[in-house]
């Protein structure tokens, strides 16, 4: 299944910081993250995903898709 704010209580967490760790990466990136029933979210895999949704962000955001519109990127990126 696909997480989202709105089934978060469907997954299971180790910890309230994991959960909000998923939290943080499903409302505030354009990640996309699957669960898989009866498997649990640690802290240290719920970090993992967030450092990778985070520095994928950050690429997006620092290069325009044209190089010469940076208009895309301002987009992208508000």
Same mark, same amino acid.
């Given at each position: 299944?696909?997480?989202?704010?709105?089934?978060?209580?469907?997954?299971?967490?180790?910890?309230?910081?994991?959960?909000?760790?998923?939290?943080?990466?499903?409302?505030?990136?354009?990640?996309?993250?699957?669960?898989?029933?009866g498997i !649990? +979210?640690?802290?240290?895999?719920? @970090?993992?995903? &967030?450092?990778?949704? =985070?520095?994928?962000? !950050? +690429?997006?955001?620092?290069?325009? @898709?044209?190089? &010469?519109?940076?208009? =895309?990127?301002?987009?992208?990126?508000?």
């Amino acid at each position: 299944m696909m997480i989202t704010r709105n089934n978060l209580n469907e997954v299971l967490f180790e910890n309230h910081d994991a959960r909000l760790l998923i939290e943080y990466v499903v409302t505030h990136t354009q990640a996309t993250l699957y669960y898989y029933h009866g498997i !649990e +979210l640690t802290v240290e895999n719920a @970090l993992k995903l &967030y450092n990778r949704a =985070i520095r994928a962000e !950050e +690429l997006v955001c620092s290069m325009p @898709l044209n190089p &010469y519109d940076n208009r =895309i990127k301002e987009v992208l990126c508000s």
